[in-house]
């Protein structure tokens, strides 16, 4: 049996079941048949990707929702294998450690500030706090007209709604953990 088809078997019974339907009902609503549903269900069919559609639109959810992968309770990062987002010509190397992909209303980011760097922040949504912890160098931070000088082994918070900006001042690249909140 091919993995795929058993990731999308586990979630469809479980999007089915999450939103009450039965399989009559979700046939009724996606056009799929009760036989192909059960069939999909138990790992041994090949659903076609027009197959899927009809189901993630009759469960109106979205396609991804049948093909995700399910998350394991534990999870190791390794930022060397992380692909960074780049600033300032890759002078700014910001890596996604753990994004908000989850809905959990937060996100945790790795960065390195080479030494004169600077990144400004296009305002994140309203009411969006950033908490800054420097694990090497200083950076300067620009937020709501303030200027903050912020060193190694301090941290900052502030609401990151607005323009905002960090650059390294002192000398080599500057370390820092970001967690961007999300209200």
Request: glycine share 8%; hydrophobic share 35%.
């Amino acid at each position: 049996m091919n993995s795929m088809n058993l990731i999308v078997a586990k979630n469809i019974r479980r999007l089915r079941e999450e939103n009450k339907l039965s399989m009559d009902e979700l046939s009724k609503l996606s056009g799929v048949s009760k036989s192909m549903l059960a069939q999909i269900e138990r790992g041994e069919g090949n659903p076609t990707i027009s197959t899927l559609w009809k189901l993630s639109n009759g469960m109106k959810v979205p396609f991804d929702a049948l093909t995700v992968r399910p998350k394991s309770p534990y999870e190791i990062v390794k930022t060397s294998e992380l692909q960074p987002l780049l600033e300032d010509g890759g002078r700014v190397r910001n890596y996604s450690v753990f994004p908000d992909d989850e809905n959990r209303r937060f996100a945790v980011y790795y960065l390195e500030l080479e030494e004169g760097s600077y990144w400004e922040s296009e305002p994140h949504l309203k009411g969006t706090t950033e908490f800054i912890t420097i694990f090497a160098g200083c950076i300067e931070i620009n937020t709501g007209g303030q200027r903050f000088m912020v060193s190694e082994g301090e941290s900052i918070r502030f609401k990151a709604d607005t323009l905002h900006s960090y650059k390294n001042t002192g000398g080599g690249t500057a370390v820092l953990h970001m967690i961007l909140y999300n209200p």
